[in-house]
């Protein structure tokens, strides 16, 4: 694995698993390289009896800044969102052990979304959640269609994912995409985690798969976007949308 991807077993939290985004030069903004390592890093936890939770985190002040558009862009021009995006995010929603996220400053896109797929969430006072998805003529992922109208009501999930709106940590929290508002983020979110590690594994993963419900909907929901977005890759609007960005940048 490449540093972008960091697996740690924090001695202080027993139990539990770290995925941590490395990248912060670039705002930890995912490669498909990334994406492979995080499944992989899935697979072992849960494979592995003693990881009994894992936690996303990023690094250098910044969850994640979504894909890395060179990286994504080389692979949509293909008209393809990207095997190693999709595999991910199977792995995500199938994953039988608790999830935890702490999120310090920016979280886009998939850095949004993926929370969705988490059990607890804490972020910082300067976070900030926001998926334009829209804007770039493209569809939400990750299932978020169908999670975040669950968790947050339609009009606020409607405003994240089709309006575009940012949301600060505490209008997050208000609308149950996080759990707690913390200064001391990783601290926060390790001491859940390890807390969830220490209980009877079997009645936790019980409880866990009743109130997610049926996997089988999430990942069909998953596949429906994932056709979407691929037909809206290789749209007019899309490379329009895409041209502008890049000039932007």
Known sequence: MTDHIVIERPEAAPGVQVIRLNRPEKKNAITGAMYRQMTEAL???????????????????????????????????????????????????????????????????????????????????????????????????????LLAPRIMGHQRAFALLAAGEAFTAEEAKACGLVWKVADAVEEAALAIAAGLAAKPPQALRIARDLLRGDRGVIAARIDEEARHFVQQLVSREARTAFEAFMAKK
Request: net charge negative; with cysteine.
């Open 43 to 145: 697979a072992a936890g849960e494979a592995d009896e003693a990881i009994r939770a894992t936690v996303f985190l990023g690094a250098g002040g910044c969850f994640s800044a979504g894909n890395d558009m060179v990286d994504f862009l080389a692979v949509a021009m293909g008209g393809s969102m990207g095997s190693e995006i999709v595999d991910f995010l199977h792995a995500l929603a199938i994953y039988g052990k608790p999830l935890v996220s702490g999120v310090d400053g920016v979280a886009i896109g998939i850095g949004t979304t993926i929370h969705l797929h988490c059990d607890m969430t804490v972020a910082s006072p300067r976070s900030v959640f926001r998926t334009p998805f829209v804007d770039l003529a493209l569809v939400p992922e990750a299932a978020s269609s």
